[in-house]
């Protein structure tokens, strides 16, 4: 390589500045060794106060949770496009968007400890039953069977007033709160709000128990009402309490338009403590999980604070 005049001055004049022309790039290097050296000393200090704790988490169980709830992102990013009519062919393959997914899930999702203080609801998974779009019919077969009925979520299905699409007659559509849309089976169904389940629930219930809709109450009001009575509460929120995103829209016989939320989901509330809200999830197999506080009750209100329990 040729060294130009310019690359030789260059050279001269650095080596031959005075210590008065060096001092401030040295002053901008010890400003800068001083900065790193003081996060790295705060990070010390963090993990050296937190190092239980740190050591104590189960990071395979941690990296397990964020897998379910990016299948649960994936989950609703499909309900979407089968809501707004698209061809599962075109759907695309989804990869995780960190910005989205830090607005979208929960700050927190835990399994819960075995040996919880929560209700012994029997647990049942959409998996277990084949029913995709069927959170509404587990979670009712699951507080039915709590009150010792052996009552399946097909069970209930078959007595639900039900239409098979939210479209009548190409004219105009139906609302969740009077019929549950379509086949629980299938990823394209809707499912219900909480009035048609409270009537089916009714239909297969005896004289001693009544399904009762609640809609309206809060969180804390069904805890230390039903919760700590022994009663578990019927809510509707969202998959994973993602967060809840317009789907397909209609308009009603009246002239409204109605619009579906897309990643509408039903569980069963069986307990809390200090920071979370615990359920029986239809969308997690064989165990209880908890959500924080704060952003389960902004889902449970943005889905209308709906509500059921069964009384006695």
């Not at 704790?53 to 609703?76: K, P």
């Not at 569980?267 to 959500?291: I, K, Q, R, T």
């Amino acid at each position: 390589m040729w060294l130009t005049l310019h690359d030789i001055s260059d050279s001269w004049y650095t080596l031959t500045m005075s210590k008065e022309e060096k001092k401030p790039q040295m002053n901008k290097s010890l400003t800068i060794i001083l900065a790193v050296s003081v996060f790295c000393l705060i990070g010390i200090i963090v993990y050296a106060s937190n190092w239980e704790m740190v050591a104590a988490t189960n990071w395979s169980e941690r990296i397990g949770e964020r897998l379910d709830l990016l299948s649960g992102w994936v989950q609703v990013q499909e309900e979407q496009k089968a809501a707004a009519g698209e061809d599962p062919a075109d759907w695309p393959v989804y990869t995780a968007d960190i910005a989205y997914m830090s607005r979208s899930f929960p700050a927190i999702m835990k399994i819960a400890d075995a040996d919880g203080d929560y209700l012994d609801v029997p647990l049942i998974s959409q998996s277990d039953v084949g029913y995709q779009t069927g959170c509404e019919l587990v979670s009712a077969a699951m507080v039915l069977q709590f009150y010792g009925m052996e009552i399946t979520p097909a069970d209930i299905y078959e007595v639900i007033d039900k239409r098979s699409k939210y479209m009548v007659n190409d004219r105009y559509g139906i609302h969740p709160n009077e019929f549950f849309i379509g086949d629980p089976r299938s990823a394209q169904a809707f499912g219900c709000y909480v009035s048609p389940l409270t009537r089916a629930m009714n239909r297969l219930v005896d004289e001693s128990l009544l399904a009762v809709n609640v809609t309206g109450s809060d969180l804390s009001f069904l805890t230390d009402t039903y919760i700590k009575n022994d009663i578990p509460v019927v809510i509707w929120a969202t998959i994973n309490m993602s967060e809840p995103k317009d789907g397909a829209s209609w308009q009603l016989e009246n002239g409204s338009t109605f619009t579906w939320i897309a990643g509408e989901h039903c569980l069963v509330l069986v307990g809390e403590d200090s920071d979370y809200y615990y359920f029986n999830d239809p969308n997690h197999a064989g165990e209880v999980v908890g959500y924080e506080k704060a952003i389960v009750e902004e889902r449970y209100e943005a889905l209308g604070k709906q509500a059921m329990i069964l009384s006695r």
